[in-house]
């Protein structure tokens, strides 16, 4: 086997958003196969018999293929794999000395997802949502590995019946027809659920806030629900689905898991292994998020540790304390530190620290956590150079902006505070107001998001700073 760099590609239109690069790229390095590049290319249904020849004369050594070209670029090929001929759609070209052979790893890598989610396709009832090439790739999957019943729901009554006579006919397994959603949900004989696999491209981004099925009473009727689509996260098919109470399963796996198995076609015996499939996860997430940190910045009592504590269960990071972090380098407190050394010392250590976490955190981390939150001190940006790598650095900025009154209530009884210390009820109240009315403006200039914290618990704040950042990279994309 050949271990000179190759060129790799993926066509489809559009094709901007696509991820792919990102992942063939990490495969690369954590299976030490080189690649020259990976390279996307837009081309419109009328290139693409010209883009493939011109592809194949270019020696380039394999291509992924997407919407809408699935099953436009058959005929185009040299040759294809059994299943994708079954199927009749191919998502992965590989070079041969005629042309190019055509591999479907849609319905191999949605199966891997399902599996790892330990979902059994054998015996299982299944309703699948559109009659396009993923669908195809779906509808194949489940009536190959044994489902009891697969039902094909699409807008077009026509292209869902021909898939499923196709379907039927292929596969030898009379088990998969076409019904319509008002049909489905009228129907309540028997007590089975079923798995759902969506697989149109509504709830795509920046179509958020749709789903192709909206009735609470389709989600009634699940045990699990799939969504291909990986741009949001977390689709409103997904969110209608968990207020269901049913288990969830994003696109990005069937990405991940097709991607897998598209490189081991093109490097043979380098199938990327777990841990190097779990780390190129973790970095697809944090690409989709729009960031791999937050950094919550504000005044004392604000809540920067309790919400952080929360953001951090949820997004599975690691929960890191300025001050602490100075405490444990220094060996002393932060109330000892002022007393000691005075306040501009402590500053110059708040920097110090800052560049270290922003030198080490680019990505994932090696101990498994996908990102980190960071607790900062009050004070950290008030220093042009804090602002500055926080601006710079690898996470989002969060101002937690808080009243007065609430952090005098928040901080009763509390007497490490050095800002603090030695006031009375109302010296107190009236320093903290000195200090948030010169301190907020300096915070929201390097925030990227401000949420107010008053009369919240630490829950619903972690939950607003999760949709507020959402939003933005929402924004972001569509710029």
């Given at each position: ?168 006919e292929r596969t030898g397994r009379p088990v998969t027809r076409a019904v ?300």
């Open positions: 086997m050949s271990t000179a760099p190759r060129l790799f590609g993926i066509i489809g239109d559009p094709i901007g958003h696509t991820l792919s690069p990102v992942i063939h790229t990490l495969f690369s390095s954590k299976t030490g196969q080189p690649i020259e590049g990976y390279v996307p290319f837009q081309v419109s249904r009328e290139r693409l018999p010209e883009a493939i020849r011109g592809a194949h004369a270019l020696g380039i050594a394999g291509m992924n293929v997407t919407v809408p070209h699935k099953s436009a670029v058959i005929p185009e090929l040299h040759s294809i794999d059994p299943l994708a001929e079954k199927i009749g759609a191919v998502n992965t070209l590989v070079y041969e000395d005629g042309g190019y052979r055509g591999y479907n790893t849609d319905a191999t890598g949605l199966g891997m997802a399902l599996r790892k989610e330990g979902v059994a396709l054998a015996g299982a009832r299944v309703v699948i949502l559109g009659a396009g090439g993923a669908a195809r790739a779906a509808a194949f999957l489940c009536a190959d590995g044994g489902a009891a019943e697969v039902l094909i729901i699409n807008r077009s009554d026509d292209r869902a019946e021909a898939l499923a006579q196709e379907v039927c319509r959603l008002a049909s489905f949900l009228a129907d309540t004989e028997g007590e089975d659920r079923y798995l759902a696999i969506q697989c149109t491209s509504v709830g795509l981004m920046p179509d958020t806030e749709h789903a192709a099925v909206e009735d609470a009473e389709f989600f009634k009727k699940l045990f699990f629900a799939v969504d291909i689509v990986y741009r949001p996260l977390e689709t409103k098919f997904l969110r209608l689905a968990k207020e269901a109470g049913v288990p969830t399963m994003g696109g990005l796996s069937m990405l991940l898991y097709q991607a897998a198995d598209a490189f081991a076609l093109w490097f043979p015996g380098s199938r990327p292994d777990d841990a190097a499939l779990d780390c190129v996860m973790r970095v697809l997430r944090g690409e989709l998020r729009g960031y791999y940190g937050i950094n919550l910045i504000g005044y004392m009592g604000s809540g920067k540790t309790t919400v952080g504590r929360e953001l951090a269960d949820v997004l599975h990071f690691d929960l890191w304390d300025t001050d602490r972090m100075i405490e444990e380098s220094t060996g002393r407190s932060v109330s000892r530190i002022f007393a000691e050394d005075g306040e501009a010392l402590f500053r110059q250590l708040e920097t110090k620290t800052l560049e270290q976490i922003n030198a080490a955190e680019t990505g994932p981390r090696e101990d498994g956590a996908e990102g980190l939150v960071l607790s900062t001190g009050g004070g950290l940006p008030l220093r042009e150079e804090n602002r500055t790598l926080l601006r710079e650095g690898f996470g989002r900025t969060v101002y937690l902006r808080v009243r007065p009154e609430t952090v005098i209530r928040r901080l009763e009884g509390d007497e490490t505070r050095p800002l603090l210390a030695g006031a009375d009820a109302a010296e107190k109240l009236a320093r903290v107001e000195a200090m948030l009315t010169e301190r907020g403006p300096v915070y929201e200039s390097c925030a990227d998001l401000i949420i107010d914290t008053d009369d919240k618990e630490p829950g619903e704040i972690a939950t607003e700073i999760l949709k507020g950042l959402a939003d933005l990279r929402e924004k972001e994309e569509r710029a």
